[in-house]
RNA sequence: GCCACCAUAGCUCAAUUGGCAGAGCACCUGUUUUGUAAACAGGUUGUUCUGGGUUCGAGUCCCAGUGGUGGCUCCA
């Protein structure tokens, strides 16, 4: 199954994170990045969530603490409490913490036995569970031992509140400037107690702290730029889509300027796949569900797929992927090993039922458009065409200058027993896989356990604004629905054989790509996304007609063009177009009409004078051309 | 789906302990004709998310629903 467009990784442990914030240089030899796990501002912030928990049980009493690791930009501690928090008590326990935090309190370790550890924690239940856990080893689900027994127990005591853990901490609270410490910058929230939801909820305090105040500062200024790119933002700001209540959640709505970027990178994906071999399909919305029981989509996905419609007696659904169809139209026709491969690619739209609580923006929607394409291959075909796809995903990547992403493949572990297939074919195409990436120079890391469940895959992962993780394009080996769909070849020998299918989308969903998109470029597209390339600015109203008439020839050239004829005066034009983006400003006055020239500004800053209008017409379109990024002329 | 918070004009937000629903921007009309980030004047704009309840009186308090936000879980 195409996991073509999920898989956010939650990082809640602080253990995948990367050790960028403490890279350090000392006495300017560049030193190599220290561990995060080892850095002063890991232990700030492990301790500083001991603070917080020593405040928080100051404020309710009767809570019950559970775990307060340090993560990526701050910390956080999960309660059991009696009641909920409101902001007078986060306002509460933040005083008071940073009380604490003024006192001279020492970070001491003690090694306990089991038996001390839960004589201290006797009325705390979840410390209880842990020190279990410790004692006994830890283990996974399928009662797999994953940790060694514990023989004795490290506490950490500051002030008066001592925690079961096994650091390291500061050495006294000292080392903590309680200036450079908050929790009000996150609200509270919601977090099931080991990350199960059959297990309690508990709340999550979120708190940040660094080293400096002036680090605190810093990070409340990348909070704030982060909602100024966050696409929900300038989607509304840009006019690019909505979302409507009537119209129903996670089924956002393309404004006219939205779909232009949207057509316009569809176009694009669409000719860079001709030039590469693939053929266009198209499929419809709804399908007999027939049709997924024969995937195996059906019932085993059921929970994310919409209730079956009846027709004429017959249940149909809204397909919730596309390679089902792709399958079918393989086996419209006897194929033979000279048709393979065989690229069918369609810009197909799925919906999937996502749970309410995840829906957001552009990135996670319950309707969505795959740019989706399903490769037939003889064994023999399966690494060069691999190769092939990853190469055009890279492409796609690069163009756009999207080069912060992380390359993953995912393949099986022993944990589970969710695969299917012979295991032989696993190993020949996680192989394959490795294989092309390395040749590729690719720099990926391999994740067990993150697989389709037919086969390995390789994943590009992104961030957002608010470093949510995202999949993007995805690239994978089946040899599953070749087998269920029973899809055969006649071979050079006359025999039939099964072809390996490779499911593929570079952008993942262009609703998704599209927001991190708008994310990635702040709102300013380089010109030839941007849905306005230019705007022709009259200064007085006498100027109007040769705005229009310069409107009239750009268009004709193929650029986006408008003139600004509005009754304001040419000041507030430029504030409104420059506020929308656009990349070129085109004033014109007296001295342009005499002597056919246009005054180009930049959606930046920068006056570039007049130019004559065919040197900008030419300049312009080479731009738009060429996909750069760069709107000098 | 779960926990918490939020919902006032197209947008951003205000409205004392429950006491006549407001401002800026946008929009409309007029004046203005402007050389690079907001001309001037006047005007329109509301089921205060929806439905119940408490009250002499609800934007404000209570209940339910809907939608949004932050997390968690899930994510073929």
Not at 319 to 338: D, E, L
């Amino acid at each position: 199954m195409p996991s073509l467009i999920c898989c956010s990784i939650h990082e809640c442990d602080g253990t995948r994170l990367t050790p960028r914030e403490s890279p350090v240089t000392a006495r300017g030899i560049d030193m190599p990045e220290e561990r995060y796990e080892d850095s002063l501002l890991y232990r700030i912030r492990h301790s500083a969530a001991h603070v917080l928990a020593e405040a928080m049980l100051e404020r309710f009493p009767a809570a019950k603490i559970a775990i307060g690791p340090p993560i990526e930009d701050g910390f956080y501690y999960d309660f059991d409490l009696p009641s909920a928090i409101n902001d007078d008590d986060i306002k509460w326990v933040e005083t008071r913490m940073k009380k604490i935090l003024s006192g001279r309190h020492e970070f001491t370790r003690r090694e306990v036995t089991p038996e001390e550890a839960r004589e201290l924690f006797l009325d705390q239940p979840y410390k209880l569970e842990l020190i279990d856990d410790l004692v006994n080893g830890r283990q996974d689900d399928n009662g797999n031992p994953i940790a060694d027994p514990a023989e004795s127990l490290s506490i950490y005591t500051q002030n008066k509140f001592s925690d079961l853990c096994r650091g390291p901490h500061v050495e006294s609270t000292k080392d903590i400037n309680p200036k450079a410490v908050s929790i009000s910058l996150r609200p509270p929230a919601g977090a099931y107690w080991r990350g199960d939801e059959k297990r309690p909820q508990l709340t999550r305090i979120y708190g940040t702290a660094w080293e400096t105040p002036e680090e605190l500062r810093d990070y409340r200024e990348r909070l704030e730029e982060a909602i100024r790119r966050d696409h929900r933002v300038l989607g509304e700001k840009l006019n690019l889509f909505v979302n409507d209540a009537m119209v129903g959640k996670g089924l956002p709505l393309w404004l006219p300027d939205g779909a232009i970027l949207r057509d316009t990178l569809e176009r694009w994906l669409r000719d860079i796949q001709i030039e590469r071999g693939y053929l266009p399909v198209v499929t419809p919305h709804l399908g007999n569900i027939e049709l997924y029981k024969t995937s195996g989509h059906y019932p085993y996905y059921a929970d994310s797929q919409y209730t079956p419609i009846d027709v004429d007696g017959d249940e149909f659904m809204l397909k919730p992927m596309n390679c089902p169809h792709h399958c079918r139209i393989y086996t419209s026709q006897p194929r033979s090993y000279r048709d393979l491969p065989l690229r069918y690619a369609e810009f197909g739209t799925v919906y999937r039922y996502e749970q309410s609580g995840e829906l957001r923006g552009l990135t996670r929607v319950r309707g969505f458009t795959v740019d989706d394409a399903h490769i037939f291959v003889r064994p023999d075909q399966l690494l060069d065409e691999f190769k092939a796809v990853v190469n055009l995903i890279q492409h796609v990547f690069g163009s756009l200058g999207m080069s912060d992403f992380r390359a993953r493949i995912g393949t099986r572990d022993d944990a589970s027993d969710k695969w299917v297939g012979d295991s032989a074919l696993w190993e020949t195409a996680a192989v394959a896989i490795i294989d092309a990436c390395d040749e590729l120079g690719l720099d990926y890391h391999i994740e067990a356990g993150e697989a389709a469940f037919y086969g390995p895959k390789l994943d590009f992962i992104v961030r957002d604004v608010l470093k949510r993780e995202w999949q993007l394009g995805t690239v994978q080996v089946d040899y599953n629905l070749p087998e269920r769909f029973d899809l055969e070849y006649v071979d050079r020998d006359n025999e039939r054989k099964r072809p390996v299918m490779i499911h593929r989308a570079p952008f993942g969903s262009l609703e998704r790509f599209i927001g991190i998109l708008i994310e990635h470029f702040a709102g300013a597209f380089p010109p030839w996304l941007a849905p306005t390339q230019a705007i022709v600015i009259p200064i007085r109203e006498s100027h109007n007609a040769y705005a229009s008439e310069i409107e009239g020839l750009l268009k004709s050239s193929g650029m986006r063009v408008k003139a600004d004829l509005q009754d304001r005066n040419m000041r507030s034009k430029i504030r409104q177009h420059r506020r929308m983006e656009i990349p070129w400003l085109l004033v014109v006055g007296d001295r342009d009409v005499e002597a056919r020239t246009v005054s180009v500004r930049l959606r930046g800053d920068e006056d570039l004078g007049a130019m004559p209008l065919d040197a900008f017409a030419a300049a312009a379109l080479e731009r738009i051309a060429s996909h750069s990024g760069e709107i000098g002329l």
